[in-house]
Nanobody
C-alpha cells in the first residue's frame, strides 16, 4: 500500500485545517494509520493514530483536545482535523500505516513501527 498526504497550507492562529491521507489499495482497512509531525530541526513526533475499527489514540501533550483523527475505509482515507491551531503546530505532517491493532501494548507512538509512509504535507500557522 502507498500513502498520499494532502491538505496542508498556510493558516492563521485559531483557524482549522483537515489533512487527508489516501491509500492506494483496499487493504488499507487492515492498517492502523498514524499521524506524525516534524518541525524544522526537531524529531518526528507522534500526534494521533486511528485503528482499523476507528478507535483513536492521541499524544496528550501536544494535541490538548484540538486534533481529531478519523478514517473512512470506503474511501481508503484517513483524516486529521486540526482546530484552534497554534504557531507551534507549524511542521511537515506525515501519515503512516501499519497492519497492527492499536489495542494492547503501546507501539504506535514509535515511528519505526510503521511500515508505510506518505510524503508529508507542510502546515504553516502564522500568529
Amino acid at each position: 500500500v502507498q500513502l498520499q498526504a494532502s491538505g496542508g497550507g498556510l493558516v492563521q492562529a485559531g483557524e482549522s485545517l483537515r489533512l487527508s491521507c489516501v491509500a492506494s489499495r483496499h487493504i488499507f482497512r487492515s492498517y492502523a494509520v498514524g499521524w506524525f509531525r516534524q518541525a524544522a530541526g526537531k524529531d518526528r513526533d507522534f500526534e494521533a493514530v486511528v485503528g482499523v475499527n476507528g478507535e483513536t489514540r492521541y499524544d496528550a501533550d501536544s494535541v490538548k483536545g484540538r486534533f481529531t483523527v478519523s478514517r473512512d475505509n470506503a474511501k481508503n482515507t484517513a483524516y486529521l482535523q486540526m482546530d484552534n491551531m497554534e504557531p507551534e503546530d507549524t511542521a511537515i505532517y506525515y501519515c503512516a500505516a501499519a497492519p497492527r491493532p492499536i489495542t494492547g501494548p503501546v507501539w504506535y507512538q514509535r515511528a519505526a513501527e510503521y511500515r508505510v509512509w506518505g510524503q508529508g504535507t507542510l502546515v504553516t500557522v502564522s500568529s
